[in-house]
Nanobody
Framework: QVLLVESGGGSVQAGGSLRLSCAVF????????MAWFRQAPGKEREGVAA???????NYADSVKGRFTISRDNAKATLYLQMNSLKPEDTAMYYC?????????????????WGQGTQVTVSS
């Protein structure tokens, strides 16, 4: 089994920053490809950022230059540093993982999911 637990969400004003964390409970963490997704009310789930291999990353155009995905294998934790937040970033953010090497930003690319953490950005 693989358990993913997100944390770090909250409320922030536009222009502010948040750092999301995803704790991974699995003996094979270093072998996972991982990603962050988000979903706002009435919207489809959107891939935000992905990381795989040594340090390969992929970002949605909407967050390039503002968000950074990283992971600490020793701590078995995935991070999403979010800077210059905008109201349109408001969503539930989900951590995802898969054993397959992928930098995909489609929900179907990942088999394991966390429960989500809410991010709210006010103007």
């Amino acid at each position: 089994q693989v358990l993913l637990v997100e944390s770090g969400g909250g409320s922030v004003q536009a222009g502010g920053s948040l750092r999301l964390s995803c704790a991974v409970f699995s003996p094979a963490y270093s072998g996972y490809s991982m990603a962050w997704f988000r979903q706002a009310p009435g919207k489809e789930r959107e891939g935000v950022a992905a990381i795989a291999g040594i340090a390969n990353t992929n970002y949605a155009d909407s967050v390039k230059g503002r968000f950074t995905i990283s992971r600490d294998n020793a701590k078995a934790t995935l991070y999403l540093q979010m800077n210059s937040l905008k109201p349109e970033d408001t969503a539930m953010y989900y951590c995802a993982a898969d054993f397959r090497w992928t930098l995909g930003l489609r929900a179907n690319d990942y088999n394991y999911w966390g429960q989500g953490t809410q991010v709210t950005v006010s103007s």
